[in-house]
């Protein structure tokens, strides 16, 4: 297989880069050349794919066997590569969100339920879920059933720049008393990018197209499992305070962005962890234990260093707002 990656150097695309290599496949990223190293064994072509020219020039007249895209901005970009690819690709795969379905998500939503307008010509990318529906839709129009389209839900992982998992590691490591969320048994619904990515490349060499919710089971893990795997990892004697949801909202802690990965069992957050995705397993989907992606990431931030969201403010607590927390729930 000959595989295009619009993208590459971190998240999804870096594991969908070294996925499709360790299986022998021919692969060529496209990317700025800005946010770090194309992985070796790659092909690298360089150009700023907001502008289509510049794609259409650093594509020049070659073809693939698929591409996979990663985009995340406005979907006026994921159309004109579309657009572009069309007649030079076989299979279209773009990694979308279950944030375009309308919110609140409701528990158990599936691939029909109802999602947010999305226009495929927006250059606007204000709107998550909107733009990640317009990018789905330019898909589609240019691709019809030779397109997949992957609606992730949370991915951790290795090369993850959000920063979500990175913080609770370093959180842990600091040791102390950690504030733990809720209950230990609250069920999570995650996918490691790298199950994505070889998920991703298996649907295009087997030529499979459709829409699919593509995260875990809910109830893959618990916030109990990977707290303690963190812990773990890192060689920390830190003690874990269980705090009650009431308390942590009384204390005007956001969850998901302060308290990253974990959200209240019930409200509008409560549909992140309980999607429905038996379509995406029907066809292969498989997600590795918590633990092998807690350790992988910990290993991945001790060689590469952290993403920049752990020190911009952009993800988890501050301490002193930790420690007053954790002082009034003893």
């Not at 060499?205 to 109990?224: A, D, L, Q, R, W």
């Not at 752990?310 to 607590?317: E, I």
Request: net charge negative; hydrophobic share 40%; glycine share 14%.
């Amino acid at each position: 297989m000959d595989v295009l990656v619009l993208g590459g150097t971190h998240h999804v695309g870096r594991a969908v880069v070294e996925a499709g290599l360790a299986r022998g496949w021919s692969v060529t990223t496209v990317t700025r050349g800005l946010s770090g190293p194309s992985t070796a064994g790659a092909g690298a072509l360089h150009a700023d794919r907001s502008d289509s020219a510049a794609l259409s020039a650093a594509l020049g007249g070659r073809s693939w066997d698929a591409v996979i895209d990663t985009w995340s901005g406005p979907p006026r970009v994921v159309q004109s590569a579309a657009t572009l690819l069309v007649g030079r690709v076989g299979h279209y795969g773009y990694v979308s969100s279950r944030s375009v379905y309308r919110w609140p998500i409701p528990p158990g939503v599936d691939e029909h339920g109802p999602v947010v307008k999305g226009d495929p010509n927006s250059p606007d990318d204000g709107n998550y879920g909107a733009a990640k529906r317009g990018g789905e839709l330019a898909v589609l129009e240019a691709f019809a059933e030779q397109a997949l389209i992957a609606r992730a839900g949370l991915i951790l992982g290795p090369y993850e720049q959000v920063g979500r998992l990175p913080w609770w590691l370093r959180r842990m490591q600091r040791g102390g008393r950690v504030l733990a969320p809720g209950q230990p048994d609250r069920p999570l619904q995650f996918i490691d990018g790298r199950d994505l990515a070889h998920w991703m490349l298996s649907a295009a060499e087997n030529g499979i197209g459709g829409i699919f919710n593509t995260v875990s089971k809910p109830g893959h893990t618990t916030m109990g499992e990977l707290l303690d795997a963190c812990r773990a990892v890192t060689g920390s004697s830190a003690d874990l305070v269980w705090t009650p949801p009431e308390r942590i909202a009384e204390a005007g802690i956001a969850p998901w962005t302060e308290l990253p990965i974990w959200v209240p069992p019930d409200g509008d957050l409560a549909g992140l962890h309980a999607g429905e995705v038996s379509a995406a397993f029907k066809h292969g989907l498989d997600c590795r234990p918590v633990a092998h992606t807690v350790a992988d990431t910990w290993a991945w931030l001790e060689t590469e260093g952290d993403p920049p969201s752990l020190s911009d403010g952009s993800v988890g607590l501050d301490p002193v707002r930790e420690a007053e927390v954790v002082a009034g729930t003893c």
